[in-house]
């Protein structure tokens, strides 16, 4: 599994995660199972949120991972906070509340990264500094991110916290391609060229910000997955053509479509199937083609100025 030095922090992590959304609908057993398949075939991160499951995502995942053979040590544990039902909260309270909570549901001392989850509009940049200043100096957090954020909502936060923002978790994929389309058609005036999140793609690069694709096999807004799916005959017959080529399956070739990207990409897969794990992992092992790479955006319906 090759590795991504988040942020440029030291903080080495595998380039495919595995997100934990799902982790509560899952028994222990089953789920002892999910964390040591990912483990097994190289995926050390493990992306968490305390609403997951109303944090039972979190609790499981710590019974679970007590019947696999993982040490804490071993790998890398992130967790997000600010999304309240209704709302959204960064004052310093929720922000260390969470962590709190989120440390006791894991039964864990520390998380090697907090994110974010969501812009609040009502956010005191000056609380999340003192939230963050005094979770790192206990020792509870390591590192820090965000999620869904443009570079100015970034550049806000940076402004009055001490430490350098590594991540941003933002929704990418075949068919979630909004930060590559208005890149491609500069100086045009159909839709794919309307910049729709600040050019985040190439900020992100410039400042050494880890971008981390979540719900990277989504069509819509959670519609369903395309792969496989009647309704985009044309992606997935070549998607399935370059894989037969790979000796992969689909869901390789559609994380390797990520991962192939040069500002190196984390990718967050959700599933909670052990096969699709080693599917995705196997991702790692190969690179696309210039060729390939267009050739799968163009078959999911972009057209290239």
């Known amino acids: 599994m090759n590795k991504i030095d988040l942020g440029k922090s030291g903080l080495l992590a595998s380039e495919i995660a595995l997100g934990c959304m799902r982790m509560a609908d899952n028994s222990v057993s089953d ?26 995502s979190e609790e499981i995942f710590a019974k679970a991972l007590k019947e696999t053979s993982i040490k804490r040590e071993d790998i890398l544990i992130q967790s997000k906070c600010g999304i309240r039902k209704g709302s959204f909260d960064f004052s310093k309270e929720h922000i260390i509340n969470s962590v709190e909570g989120s440390l006791k549901r894991l039964n864990m001392d520390y998380l090697d990264a907090l994110v974010l989850h969501r812009p609040d509009t009502l956010v005191e940049p000056e609380e999340v500094a003192e939230a963050f200043n005094e979770l790192q100096q206990s020792g509870k957090v390591k590192q820090f991110g965000v999620s869904n ?5 970034i550049e806000l936060l940076q402004k ?3 430490q350098k923002l590594i991540v941003n978790q933002l929704q990418f994929g075949i068919m979630h391609t909004g930060m590559i389309d208005a890149g491609i058609n500069v100086n045009m005036t159909n839709s794919r060229s309307i910049d729709h999140d ?3 793609l190439d ?16 069509f819509g807004f959670f519609e369903g997955v395309f792969l496989d799916n009647d309704k985009f005959p044309e992606l997935n017959a070549t998607i399935n053509e370059i894989a037969a080529t790979k000796g992969v399956t689909n869901t390789a070739i559609a994380t390797a479509w990520i991962t192939r990207h040069p500002a190196k990409i984390q990718t967050i ?15 790692s092992t190969i690179t696309l083609s210039r060729e390939e790479w ?12």
């Open 160 to 162: 009055y916290i001490d």
């Open 294 to 305: 267009y050739s799968i955006y163009r078959a999911a319906g972009n057209v290239l100025p």
């Open 198 to 200: 600040g050019s985040v």
């Open 31 to 56: 789920a002892s199972k999910v964390i040591q398949t990912a483990f097994d075939n190289g995926i050390d991160f493990y992306d968490h949120a305390d609403i997951y499951g109303g944090g039972a």
């Open 203 to 218: 900020y992100s690069r410039l400042h050494d910000m880890t971008i981390q694709a979540w719900s990277p096999y989504q």
């Open 149 to 153: 954020q443009n570079p100015m909502q």
């Open 269 to 283: 897969i959700g599933t909670m199937n052990p096969t699709r794990i080693k599917d995705a992992a196997m991702a």
